[in-house]
């Protein structure tokens, strides 16, 4: 493959030069040993640096780079942008801008802050010893202006003193000393780099300032901050003082009644209190590693002055003016406006599962997140680039990974098995055959994968290779009947109601591409109602041997539309009157299943219901993003802003307003063309 970068060189550190490349991909039972990294390379801040001369600025000036684990990029002292998303090294990601609008005539110059993290988990694909970047600019003929290599010279900032970590080791802890000056400017070293850079340039992040609704003064000169709603992004401010003086800096998604009146202890488990000490004089703070929050304090413990506090928010390109709901319905709007709000907050340079803890990719999430953030903006990029990631990961396992890219190596067998659920949605949106003839190759490889575990009737038995999660958190499985996190023998419902259907979808794109083959689904099926249909309740059952019938066994088979034909009145009035006792994850399917057989009524009643397990319960408890469950005392660690929960703005989209369009219209720029030759 040619490089993106011309004949630009990989540039890394004398720190990192020398350090052997560790394999950190596996499948996640297997025991090996955790990656070790030394305490010196962990949170580590490399500044590269070059200037260069222009006799004029170009009209167009492609400036392409990336680099590892994450970089910033200032042209002549001004903020271009960051990135890359975060990528496998075998399909690592990159960024390209035009950099025009920074060039000026003469001297230039360019500052890369590259940071590298240290340890394994799912924001970064880090811990593997690999650190540095790579650059290259050319005018529109072609032309190279810059490019990385020996001529460039690199500084180590020591002033991100940090070293515990919170988010499930996903963020350091913003500890910094001002006072701590960046090292002496060293030659870099040009090392031959093993990446494999992803055909095609990742979207830049789009990044802007906010300053807060309020700004509240506290005891000694500090203020609380409240930016009227959870964003995601950093804190930044200018203080004055003088040398040695600590400015404590906390975070939060909820106020508390304190003197500092934010909960930078955080619910998600994250502890968001911060010191930074300052040095003489004026200065600049602004946090590095993002968050989700709405509140903050600033406290000088001594004094200094602080002026131009704001928050620099973040997120994927999202113009909020593409989709807006016309309703009369005030709780329709306010389900549609914290599920909206989620997505935004929430597509970052992937679709993270929450900005304030994990801050990673779950295929499983991504299920439900994409459909929202297609409706809302209009853009198919995120899910390709998703679905890209998503099938590299089967060099570390055919069956699928669950967090992607990533560290961390964690497996879900119920998200590999709703794989074709995205390769249609990506399909009907774009109509590209090409790639759902590549989406077909990974179903059946998927399903093929799955076999091992099948038994005489095909059922899936004790399918452990992977995590069976049926639903998250726990205490949401409406008492589902099988202990699958102690792995006891034997077959289960929700497994094999994930596993037909992927079976049902891929035969679907089989017959979309014209491909012949015997269909496996109704043999399938008649052993799942041989195994779990009661017909003396005329439910299905969570497993092979009990009677429990739990609201998950009975969502699937009607999601799919392999219910047992006849029953479907019963099996839509059991889920309907159950209502959303399960969690949000889940519910999505629920209310496709019942608009799937024209319920838009009873899959609107759930949008709209205001009971404790309701959209609404979240709005009455001041959510301005949709939770992480349904309310945030409903799972021990709850995190405020969880766009898996955004699920009714793609069933009202694709369901029940096209249905039902006296609840109200959504109001799109542009018409989403969606291909129905199924």
């Excluded at 093993?194 to 802007?208: G, I, N, R, T």
């Excluded at 506090?309 to 994927?316: E, S, W």
């Excluded at 929202?372 to 055919?398: N, Q, R, W, Y």
């Excluded at 319960?617 to 660690?637: I, L, P, S, Y």
């Amino acid at each position: 493959m040619i490089s993106p970068f011309y004949d630009a060189e990989w540039i890394t550190t004398e720190e990192f030069a020398n350090q052997p490349i560790i394999d950190i991909y596996h499948k996640q039972y297997i025991d090996v040993p955790a990656p070790e990294c030394p305490d010196e390379l962990r949170n580590f801040h490399a500044l590269f640096l070059t200037e260069f001369d222009l006799e004029q600025v170009p009209d167009h000036a492609s400036l392409r780079l990336t680099a590892d684990d994450y970089y910033f990029l200032y042209i002549n002292g001004a903020f271009v942008c960051q990135g890359p998303a975060i990528g496998y090294p075998t399909r690592y990601h990159w960024n390209e801008i035009d950099a025009a609008a920074f060039l000026k005539p003469g001297q230039n110059e360019i500052l890369l802050h590259v940071y590298y993290h240290g340890l394994p988990c799912r924001a970064y694909t880090s811990a593997d010893r690999r650190q540095g970047c790579i650059l290259s600019m050319t005018d529109a003929d072609g032309k190279v202006l810059l490019q990385t290599g020996e001529d460039w010279v690199y500084a180590v900032d020591p002033s991100y003193t940090g070293q515990k970590t919170i988010g499930y080791d996903t963020i350091y802890t913003e500890g910094r000393d001002l006072r701590l000056k960046p090292g002496e400017k060293r030659p870099v070293v040009v090392k031959q780099a093993d990446y494999v850079f992803a055909p095609m340039p990742a979207k830049l992040l789009q990044v802007y300032e906010k300053k807060p609704d309020t700004a509240q003064p506290l005891a000694g000169g500090g203020y609380f901050l409240d930016f009227g709603e959870e964003i995601t992004g950093t804190l930044a401010f200018t203080v004055r003082g003088t040398a040695g003086e600590t400015v404590r800096v906390l975070i939060g998604e909820e106020t508390e009644d304190t003197d500092t009146r934010v909960r930078f202890d955080m619910r998600c488990t994250c502890l968001c209190d911060d010191a930074v000490i300052l040095d003489e004089g004026t200065q600049e703070y602004r946090q590095f590693d993002y968050r989700g929050f709405r509140y903050a304090a600033v406290i000088p413990e001594q004094g200094a002055k602080l002026t131009d506090l704001k928050a620099i928010v973040r997120h994927y390109p999202f113009d909020d003016d593409f989709c807006t709901l016309e309703t009369e319905d005030p709780i329709l709007r306010e389900v549609f406006r914290i599920c909206k709000n989620g997505v935004k907050y929430g597509a970052q340079e992937v679709y993270v599962d929450c900005p304030t803890r994990e801050k990673g990719q779950y295929s499983g999430d991504m299920t439900i997140t994409s459909g929202s953030h297609i409706v809302l903006t209009g853009d198919t990029s995120l899910l390709k680039k998703a679905m890209d990631d998503l099938i590299h990961s089967e060099f570390i396992c055919p069956g699928l990974m669950a967090v992607i890219p990533s560290g961390l190596n964690q497996e879900i067998a119920d998200y590999s098995l709703q794989f074709p659920i995205v390769a249609l949605r990506y399909y009907r949106y774009t109509g590209n055959r090409a790639y759902l003839a590549e989406c077909l190759r990974v179903a059946e490889q998927i399903i093929e994968y799955f076999r091992q575990f099948a038994r005489e009737d095909g059922l899936l038995e004790s399918a452990y290779d992977k995590w069976n999660l049926v639903d998250w958190p726990r205490n949401l499985r409406d008492d589902y009947d099988f202990d699958t996190e102690s792995h006891v023998p034997g077959v289960h419902n929700v497994l094999n109601a994930f596993y037909i259907g992927c079976v049902m979808q891929t035969e679907e794109i089989r017959a979309i591409l014209g491909v012949k083959k015997e269909k496996e689904s109704p043999a399938l099926i008649r052993a799942f109602e041989r195994a779990f249909y009661n017909s003396g309740t005329k439910l299905y059952t969570d497993s092979e041997h009990g009677t429990h019938s739990a609201l998950h066994s009975n969502i699937l088979p009607l999601f799919y539309g392999f219910a047992k034909k006849n029953e479907e009145d019963h099996l839509l009035r059991f889920i309907r009157e159950k209502g959303t006792i399960c969690g949000v994850y889940m519910a999505w399917f629920q209310l496709k299943a019942l608009c799937r057989y024209g319920r838009y009524e009873d899959a609107y009643a759930l949008i709209t219901d205001t009971g404790i397990h309701s959209w609404y319960n979240m709005v009455r408890e001041g959510a301005t993003t949709c939770f992480e469950a349904w309310g945030a005392d409903q799972k021990w660690n709850t995190s405020l802003c969880h766009p898996w929960a955004s699920g009714p703005i793609s069933v009202l989209y694709e369901d029940i307003l096209p249905n039902r369009p006296e609840y109200g219209t959504l109001k799109l720029k542009e018409t989403l063309n969606r291909f129905t030759d199924l």
